[in-house]
């Protein structure tokens, strides 16, 4: 058994495998042990497969060149801001087997270097990009929810979760440290920001708290309304997925 960790810090990259006696117990494994939790969170158990014959080796491209488009890639939204491209490859080859992604990237934003919670994808052969339509979409990723599209095709709005909360009336000094500590008071806290104007950094007066569960989420909106916040009084609502744009 062994846990994968990332090359550079070492810390563990929430995901791993496990060797079994035989096919038979690893089989038993992943229908027992699949959905199952383990210190808090659900887990997500495939058979790991071994890597793919390589026909004619593809070459991977060098990093953040984008390959053309071979009918082979995807593109993955609903990422959590800490998945990284090492990590998005791990997990998928976690469920495909080893070397079924030729090529993994995950966009960051030019400015701030923050990920964009968004990706592009391309598998070693068509039955994987299918396959990974089947066995990836709707996983779960260090807390995001993983949605998939094909190159060309209308991008959707994440489906909303229930662990997310817009708070509003912030104080020009709160900011995404600060938010995060203030809605920490009702439980596990994923990912929080204060959005910020692009042109000069500086605070809207609000922002949004990503729970570790719905559950938590629910409490904060009847917790956390109406409370002072450096001076502010906070207003605080569920945050729904965006609406897309027409046209």
């Given at each position: 058994?062994?846990?994968?960790?990332?090359?550079?810090?070492?810390?563990?990259?929430?995901?791993?495998?496990?060797?079994?006696?035989?096919?038979r117990?690893?089989?038993?494994?992943?229908?027992?042990?699949?959905?199952?939790?383990?210190?808090?969170?659900?887990?997500?158990?495939?058979?790991?497969?071994?890597?793919?014959?390589?026909?004619?080796?593809?070459?991977?491209?060098?990093?953040?060149?984008?390959?053309?488009?071979?009918?082979?890639?995807?593109?993955?939204s609903?990422?959590?801001?800490?998945?990284?491209?090492?990590?998005?490859?791990?997990?998928?080859?976690?469920?495909?087997?080893?070397?079924?992604?030729?090529?993994?990237?995950?966009?960051?934003d030019?400015?701030?270097?923050?990920?964009?919670?968004?990706?592009?994808?391309e598998?070693?052969?068509?039955?994987?990009?299918?396959?990974?339509?089947?066995?990836?979409?709707?996983?779960?990723?260090?807390?995001?929810?993983?949605?998939?599209?094909?190159?060309?095709?209308?991008?959707?709005?994440?489906?909303?979760?229930?662990?997310?909360?817009?708070?509003?009336?912030?104080?020009?000094?709160?900011?995404?440290?600060?938010?995060?500590?203030?809605?920490?008071?009702?439980?596990?806290?994923?990912?929080?920001?204060?959005?910020?104007?692009?042109?000069?950094?500086?605070?809207?007066?609000?922002?949004?708290?990503?729970?570790?569960?719905?559950?938590?989420?629910?409490?904060?909106?009847?917790?956390?309304?109406?409370?002072d916040?450096?001076?502010?009084?906070?207003?605080?609502?569920?945050?729904?997925a965006?609406?897309?744009?027409?046209?």
């Open positions: 058994a062994s846990i994968f960790t990332a090359k550079d810090t070492g810390k563990p990259r929430g995901s791993g495998k496990v060797e079994f006696q035989s096919a117990d690893a089989e038993r494994a992943v229908q027992e042990l699949n959905g199952s939790e383990l210190d808090g969170r659900q887990v997500h158990v495939k058979i790991m497969e071994a890597r793919p014959p390589e026909r004619s080796s593809p070459m991977r491209p060098p990093p953040g060149l984008s390959p053309p488009d071979s009918g082979r890639q995807l593109f993955v609903g990422l959590a801001p800490t998945t990284q491209t090492e990590l998005l490859r791990e997990f998928c080859e976690a469920c495909l087997g080893d070397g079924s992604v030729v090529y993994c990237n995950v966009f960051q030019h400015d701030t270097g923050e990920s964009k919670c968004t990706a592009k994808i598998f070693a052969s068509s039955d994987l990009l299918d396959r990974a339509f089947q066995d990836l979409e709707g996983a779960q990723l260090e807390g995001g929810r993983l949605s998939l599209r094909r190159p060309g095709e209308p991008r959707q709005p994440p489906a909303p979760d229930g662990r997310t909360i817009f708070l509003g009336g912030l104080s020009w000094d709160v900011d995404s440290e600060a938010l995060k500590g203030f809605a920490s008071q009702i439980g596990e806290v994923t990912y929080a920001a204060v959005f910020t104007n692009k042109e000069t950094g500086k605070s809207k007066g609000s922002g949004k708290v990503q729970f570790a569960t719905a559950e938590l989420a629910s409490k904060a909106v009847e917790e956390l309304a109406g409370q916040l450096m001076g502010r009084e906070v207003h605080v609502r569920m945050m729904e965006q609406p897309r744009k027409s046209g």
